[in-house]
């Protein structure tokens, strides 16, 4: 190996996975969802973040749509 490169004449370019990097984000969670999701992904081998993440994949794939019906207020 050597002990010193040239990257001087190398040709910048794009980073190909640059769309797939994924966003840090901050979310409140209820207690009992995360251990639901730290269960699955212990029996999966993921990590417990990784497997939302797919899960909220898997909804954009198949178009889920939440819905909410409020109690109505009289």
Known sequence: ???E???SK??????PYASKLKKPVTMRLSED???????MAEEAGVPYQSLI?????DCI????HVQIKWPSVT
């Open 10 to 15: 190398m040709k910048a370019r794009r980073n």
């Open 53 to 57: 993440n797919l899960y909220l994949r």
């Open 33 to 39: 969802v995360v251990a639901y999701f730290k269960g």
């Open 5 to 7: 490169y040239d990257f």
């Open 1 to 3: 190996m050597k002990a």
């Open 61 to 64: 794939a198949q178009n889920r």
